[in-house]
């Protein structure tokens, strides 16, 4: 049973850049996929960004494409993921998810396992 703590969360300015941890514990690490999905209030979850096991493959939204950077240990166990030239859009709950799978899957339907969700809030 995969267990996923994310920290890193806080308050930046438009523009500012803020880097959010997931450690992982319960499972062997390197057997997942993982990924970063978001939810603003009053909207669906939303995918932002997958990792594979071994680190060499991503995917990214659109929405995010070339300001956020996913990076995994799997040494320490943790995924990371860096977040520059933040906006007022990014703003919402970001939750790390594992998927005990090949490829990345961009629907939350298919992770099994979830954090508990960092605050990010960007001000305009």
């Known amino acids: 049973q995969m267990h996923l703590v994310e920290s890193g969360g806080g308050l930046v300015q438009t523009g500012g850049s803020l880097r959010l941890s997931c450690a992982a514990s319960g499972g062997v690490f390197a057997w997942y996929v993982m990924a970063w999905f978001r939810q603003a209030p009053g909207q669906n979850r939303e995918f932002v960004v997958g990792i594979s096991r071994n680190g060499e493959n991503t995917d990214y939204s659109d929405s995010v494409k070339g300001r956020f950077t996913i990076s995994r240990d799997n040494a320490k166990n943790t995924v990371y993921l860096q977040m520059n030239n933040l906006k007022p859009e990014d703003t919402a709950i970001y939750y790390c998810?594992?998927?005990?799978?090949?490829?990345?899957?961009?629907?939350?339907?298919?992770?099994?396992?979830w954090g508990q969700g960092t605050q990010v809030t960007v001000s305009s």
């Open positions: 998810a594992a998927d005990q799978a090949v490829t990345i899957s961009t629907s939350a339907y298919a992770f099994n396992f």
